[in-house]
């Protein structure tokens, strides 16, 4: 093969991704793991029971159904749209990686706003496609002026929004992301990981507007409210044209009866969902109350984490401190324009009163 270079009799591998870092956060062993944005809460015991008596009658000798007919059925009634706009995958970064092979690659570009969720970039590159970059603003919300030159300069064919917005916590407003929607010239992909927790959602401004709205893809999965990142589903809801182009890119059979039934009869339990989201929002604001009272700056979070800087210690050490306590939280310190910023999950209220306790102690 003329231009694959060897190192020790193994072929290298593309040299557009030798300069990716892979995507890992710090996993340390401490009693309290506020690091990864996860449901500190497990699945309803009545779902475990009721999948585990599923899985016992599963016919594991068959395929899954490939369309995940019974799942994408049951996930658009809950939105109100049709199966058809369903596209279902392993987790929502599986999904991504769909749109990206279906419409991004070589010679395509892709749009995005800094600080936002690294994973959108990192499997841009990972398909060849072309990032183009532009900053949010100092308080972390979207500046429209720079949305615009961006996509003019770059005329990407996805743009990347993450409302609520990880890692700085605030969801775009409606009124911000029609702003946007009516900007770019190929598809909008909202990432709403944390949807359930915000006051709107994309989902909104697309059944206001069908017509106008065919270019915006929505993404959710079940890994954060859900309680469900053990699981690995996530989806989209899109135009069917959409759907077909990520159905065409992913691989056959590619999401296990297992999770397909984990997802189905998930959907059952939406008011236990809905219990598990209010608890953390209002263990949400006990945090962000409790960090009015201590040398740090935070900002407003619409999601299940929240995004400070301690004024007066390094955050590195910061994060030290609480490690040594038993508690583990993100350093974002190092990520673009999240200077001395660190990043915590909301967990159960003795677990937050861990973390507020070591934090505490560690600015005093
Ligand atoms: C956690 C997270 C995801 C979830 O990815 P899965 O593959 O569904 O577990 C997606 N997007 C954002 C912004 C996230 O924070």
Redesign the pocket.
């Given at each position: 093969m003329a231009g694959v270079g060897r190192t020790g009799g193994l072929p290298a591998v593309r040299p557009d991704l030798t300069a990716l870092v892979g995507y890992h956060s710090a996993q340390v062993e401490v009693d309290v793991r506020l690091n990864?944005?996860e449901s500190p809460m497990p699945p309803p015991a009545a779902w475990q029971e009721e999948l585990a008596g599923a899985v016992a009658r599963i016919d594991f000798h068959r395929y899954p159904d490939r369309e995940a007919t019974a799942l994408r059925q049951a996930l658009a009634d809950s939105h109100g749209v049709g199966v058809e706009e369903v596209f279902c995958a392993?987790?929502?970064?599986?999904?991504?990686q769909c749109l990206l092979l279906a419409y991004g690659g070589p010679g395509r570009t892709v749009a995005l706003f800094e600080p936002t969720?690294t994973?959108h970039g990192h499997i841009a590159r990972i398909t060849g496609t072309d990032v183009a970059v532009g900053p949010r603003r100092e308080d972390f919300a979207l500046d429209l002026d720079v949305v615009a030159g961006v996509v003019a300069a770059s005329d990407p064919v996805l743009t990347f929004l993450?409302s609520p917005n990880?890692p700085t916590g605030r969801a775009d407003s409606p009124a911000e992301i029609a702003a946007v929607a009516d900007q770019v010239p190929g598809l909008l992909v909202v990432?709403e990981?944390?949807g359930q927790f915000a006051p709107s959602s994309a989902l909104g401004l697309r059944a206001a507007d069908p017509g106008g709205t065919r270019h915006v893809v929505v993404?959710r999965?079940?890994?954060?409210t859900w309680s469900m990142?053990g699981a690995?589903?996530?989806y989209l809801v899109a135009d069917p044209e959409v759907v077909a182009a990520c159905e065409l890119v992913a691989l056959p059979y590619h999401l296990d009866v297992v999770t397909q039934l984990a997802g189905l009869l998930a959907l059952g339990y939406t008011d236990e969902m809905n219990e598990r989201v209010a608890t953390i929002a209002e263990e949400r604001g006990r945090i962000a109350a409790a960090f009015a009272d201590l040398p740090v700056e935070s900002w407003p979070s619409d999601a299940n984490f929240l995004l400070f800087r301690p004024v007066e210690r390094e955050a590195v050490t910061v994060w030290s401190d609480l490690v040594s306590a038993g508690v583990l939280v993100r350093d974002c310190s190092t990520w673009p324009g999240l200077t001395g910023c660190l990043r915590v999950t909301v967990g159960l209220p003795e677990e937050n009163d861990r973390f507020l306790a070591a934090l505490t102690e560690s600015l005093r």
């Open positions: 990864t944005n392993n987790g929502s970064n599986e999904v991504l969720y994973l993450c990880n990432d990981a944390y993404v999965t079940f890994s954060k990142a690995r589903l996530g």
